[in-house]
Nanobody, 120 residues
């Protein structure tokens, strides 16, 4: 099993910044893609940003130029730096990882979510 623990959410004013972190732990053999998703009230969960093990990134159009995803493979951790935050970025942010565990194949894992609220 793999556990994903997110941190760094909170309340920020429009134009402000936050950095989310997500650390994976457990019987991990290798983590392939990692990413951040978000879900606002009344909306479906959507991809925010993703990063491959080799560092290839993919962003939602709505966050390009404002958010930067990165990862530390040695620490099994993924980050997202969020700048120039807007009220429409308000959502619960979820960490996701495609991981291979010792004794099992590849599975998709999710964190518990962290609230990001952008408001004055």
């Amino acid at each position: 099993q793999v556990q994903l623990v997110e941190s760094g959410g909170g309340l920020v004013q429009p134009g402000g910044s936050l950095r989310l972190s997500c650390a994976a732990s457990g019987s991990i053999f290798r983590i392939n893609d990692m990413g951040w998703y978000r879900q606002a009230p009344g909306k479906e969960r959507e991809l925010v940003a993703a990063i491959s093990r080799l560092g290839r990134t993919n962003y939602a159009d709505s966050v390009k130029g404002r958010f930067t995803i990165s990862r530390d493979n040695a620490k099994n951790t993924v980050y997202v730096q969020m700048n120039s935050l807007k009220p429409e970025d308000t959502a619960v942010y979820y960490c996701n990882a495609d991981a291979i565990t010792i004794g099992s194949g590849m599975r998709d894992y999710w964190g518990q979510g962290t609230q990001v609220t952008v408001s004055s």
